[in-house]
């Protein structure tokens, strides 16, 4: 069964750092596309960085520079190191992944999906996010 877990959410000053965890057991990420998205009420959920299977990376506008994504795949995981957090990079923090040896589309949905809509056919997998929240 394919699982996707996030972790290592929480509640930092402002100018603290947090380091996410999205560990994917079931398939393996050599082969995958990864993404990391995040929602505030009220607001679009937002691509906040992706990390494709040859190692590119892209970095929405707001957090390049702070966000670094890596991949460890020994490990399936991708980590999501955040530095110089702000009170607007409070979120829920969702990961999601594609295998691109399997079909597309979505398969399975931990909660993210849901949230993510307009995202959701583009990932295989969803994981049930994790909150991060940095107070002033």
């Known amino acids: 069964e394919v699982q996707l877990v996030e972790s290592g959410g929480g509640s930092v000053q402002a100018g603290g750092s947090l380091r996410l965890s999205c560990t994917v057991s079931g398939f393996t990420l050599d082969d995958s596309d990864v993404g990391w998205f995040r929602q505030t009420p009220g607001k679009e959920c937002e691509l906040v960085s992706s990390?494709?299977?040859?190692?590119?990376?892209y970095y929405a506008a707001s957090v390049k520079g702070r966000f670094a994504i890596s991949q460890d795949n020994a490990k399936n995981t991708v980590y999501l190191q955040m530095n110089s957090l702000k009170p607007l990079d409070t979120a829920v923090y969702y990961c999601?992944?594609?295998?691109?040896?399997?079909?597309?589309?979505?398969?399975?949905?931990?909660?993210?999906?849901?949230?993510?809509?307009?995202?959701?056919?583009?990932?295989?997998?969803w994981g049930q996010g994790t909150q991060v929240t940095v107070s002033p």
């Open positions: 999601a992944a594609l295998d691109l040896n399997g079909p597309g589309g979505l398969i399975r949905d931990y909660g993210g999906a849901r949230i993510c809509s307009r995202w959701s056919a583009e990932y295989n997998y």
């Open positions: 990390i494709d299977s040859g190692g590119s990376t």
